[in-house]
């Protein structure tokens, strides 16, 4: 598995856990629009009622996650949502603000894994 630019992971192979260790979920990769996706987040990831219903309260709970007692949050995308081409730059853009706050340091860590197959495409969308 390698790293990119945007700090996100890519891997060949998806079919099986990625870490065991962490708090784990497979992205749907049939979302289409972006209620769909902020409805998959808040349910999966038990967000808070209140958020997130927008780009903004998104980034806002991926930074957070005090909710949560796991301290590895591990996103994997089998695909790339079906999101039209701006908010599927956005939602990219948002999973590597989030992912670069972890790392800056932190009681938790986030991970974005994608499949190798749509690196190319997230460079594009989304350069270093």
Partial sequence: MGYSAQGFRYAADLS????GKSFYWRVPADLAR???LFAAFRGELWFPEDAPTDWDALLEALRD???MSDRTIVLVHEALPRLPEEDLRLYLSILRDAVRSWSA????????????AARERIARLLPG
């Avoid at 340091?105 to 190798?116: A, D, K, Y």
């Fill in 105 to 116: 340091g932190g009681p938790r860590h986030l991970e974005v894994v994608f499949p190798e």
């Fill in 34 to 36: 972006k209620e769909e």
């Fill in 16 to 19: 099986g856990r990625i870490n």
């Fill in 65 to 67: 996650f005090s909710w």
